[in-house]
Structure formats: C-alpha cells, structure tokens
Nanobody, 114 residues
C-alpha cells in the first residue's frame, strides 16, 4: 500500500517562497504520475501541478510561472517549489499518487499573509 507524507508547509509573507515535499513509500517510485492539489477553507480541492511518469510537469494556470514541481526518484520524493506566494495560495496542500483509486497524503498547511 502506497503511503504519502507531506512536509514543508508553514506561514510565509506574500511574495515569499516555500518548498513542499512528499515522501512516498510502498511502491516503485516513478511508475505513476504524482501531483499536488490544494483545498482552501470552504472551497473544493483543486489541481495545482503534476509530474508524469516520464517526468513532464503540468500546472494549473493560477500557479504557472510561480510553482515548480520536481521529483527525486532516488529519494522517492516529489517537491513543489512555490515562489511569489500570494494570500490566495493559502490552503492545505495534498500530495496525490495517481493510482486507481488516487492515494492522498494527509496534507500540509500553507498560510500566506498579506
């Protein structure tokens, strides 16, 4: 069974940066696409970014140019580098393993103050 553990969330001022990490265990890393989603209070969970099994990134329009997804296969870890953070980026960020069904981490909270 795949398990995902996110870390790296916290409180940051607008314009600042954070790097989220998602450590995966229980499967052969890199075989499945991995992604990041976020859920703000009172809102639905939304797609942020993914990295395909081949290593190609895809981004939501709202984060394109500010966020970068990457992975370290040797460490079985996916990262989300978040730059130029805005208050509207405040949310709980979840790592996703694109299996059937999708497996989710427990989430890490990101708060961006204005």
């Amino acid at each position: 069974q795949v398990q995902l553990v996110e870390s790296g969330g916290g409180l940051v001022q607008a314009g600042g940066s954070l790097r989220l990490s998602c450590a995966a265990s229980g499967s052969i890393f890199g075989v499945n696409a991995m992604g990041w989603y976020r859920q703000a209070p009172g809102k639905q969970r939304e797609f942020v970014a993914l990295i395909t099994a081949a290593g190609s990134p895809k981004y939501a329009d709202s984060v394109k140019g500010r966020f970068t997804i990457s992975r370290d296969i040797a460490k079985s870890t996916v990262y989300l580098q978040m730059n130029s953070l805005k208050p509207e980026d405040t949310a709980k960020y979840y790592c996703a393993h694109y299996s059937a069904p999708i497996i989710w981490g427990q989430g890490t909270l990101v708060t961006v103050s204005s």
